[in-house]
């Protein structure tokens, strides 16, 4: 049984412009010692889906609309606040993305080091001190011993970001969630931290869910990929089948945007038009305005639904554009692709 399965999970805000679907109906699984990559542009949904786990979004105007989150047995989004206290921070450890407004100015770096060591364990404050600097040693904090009684804004930005990691894996937990873990640090500094979660992997058995923009990375460290756009899962599956096999437009065109894929002296792709408006209902394909697949000329009507291509290997057909188009066809039409409306009622693909 998986460690952690989550089955329709939906997400709205409740807000006076209308409500907002950050998260539409997503499900996937982690298995012990699995790796999750979660990617997609900004606004899809990825951070979201996660506090959604943990119950960290604000209510209101935030609301778990339905689905389930079975860790271990129980699901996450019905357990009562004591139950889920006991789980957050020991059990489920997050990586916040943003370390600066994660951290409190006014305690000392031991101090929020510590606080999870003693509230999951019986532990003395020397020993809770002993494990918080070696932890800071472990993510690569140089003097961790001076260091660990100064206050956030005495440390650099990548350094707070190494504080976060060492605060998250501190406690052992069974899954940790990374949201933009490595984003404040550079190259060297990044695969350091990325070893050091995945020997934690190797030996506890550590099961992660990272969400990141950086492909490289998934495609590095990841067994799992789940893309998303617009809230919704438009692939998923193992990240060998995700990457060398991609079946969604979108997928495809996040593919096209890598840096390094470019041929040297031509100019970057980028995914032409702008994300969709999710405040408004969309009952067709979230990314059919910006696709520059040829359209079928099938009419839009109905969310697409996800299709098993292969064990394991999902994709929202949506039938609106033929995904078995050359390439080439597809580079010479992407120019031309900039509406970022969806189609009004009744209105048939060109």
């Known amino acids: 049984m998986a460690l952690l399965e989550v089955d329709d999970l939906t997400t709205y805000f409740h807000t006076r412009d209308g409500v907002v679907r950050a998260v539409d109906g997503v499900s996937f699984t982690v298995d012990r010692g699995e790796t999750l990559g979660i990617v997609g542009e900004s606004g ?62 006014y305690l000392r770096i031991s101090t929020q080091l510590i606080e999870a060591l003693q509230t999951h364990e019986d532990i003395s404050h020397r020993d809770a001190l002993k494990r918080a600097t070696a932890a800071l040693e472990e993510v690569g904090i140089p003097e961790a011993s001076k260091r660990v009684t100064r206050y956030p804004h005495e440390f650099s930005g990548g350094m707070r970001q190494r504080v976060m990691i060492a605060m998250a894996l501190i406690t052992e937990p069974d899954l940790l969630i990374a949201d933009e873990p490595t984003t404040a640090l550079d190259v060297t500094v990044q695969a350091q931290i990325l070893e050091i979660i995945k020997q934690r992997q190797n030996d506890l058995g550590t099961a992660v869910i990272l969400v990141t923009h950086d492909l490289g990375v998934v495609a590095g460290t990841c067994d799992k990929v789940l ?8 692939e998923s599956g193992t990240a060998e089948e995700v990457f060398y096999a991609p079946r969604h437009p979108y997928t495809r065109a996040l593919q096209k945007t890598i840096p390094s894929l470019q041929a040297k002296g031509q100019e970057l792709y980028t995914i032409p038009g702008l994300p969709p408006d999710v405040s408004k209902p969309i009952d067709r394909c979230a990314f059919y305005p910006r696709c520059p697949y040829p359209k079928t000329g099938k009419p839009a009507g109905e969310r697409p639904q996800l299709e098993e291509i292969t064990p394991g290997h999902c994709w929202a057909a949506c ?10 066809t597809v580079l010479a039409r992407a120019d031309e692709v900039v509406d970022d409306a969806l189609p009004v009622e009744g209105e048939t693909p060109a």
């Open 227 to 234: 893309v998303m756009y617009g809230g919704r899962e438009m």
């Open 44 to 105: 899809s949904g990825k951070s979201v889906t996660c506090y959604s786990l943990l119950r960290l979004i604000p209510e209101p105007p935030g609301r778990i609309e339905r689905g389930t989150a079975m860790f271990d047995g129980r699901d996450l989004l019905w357990l009562s606040r004591s139950e889920l206290r006991k789980v957050r921070g020991k059990r489920i450890s997050m990586i916040f993305q943003d370390p600066m407004t994660s951290l409190n100015p």
């Open 319 to 328: 039938g609106y554009c033929d995904s078995d188009a050359p390439i080439e």
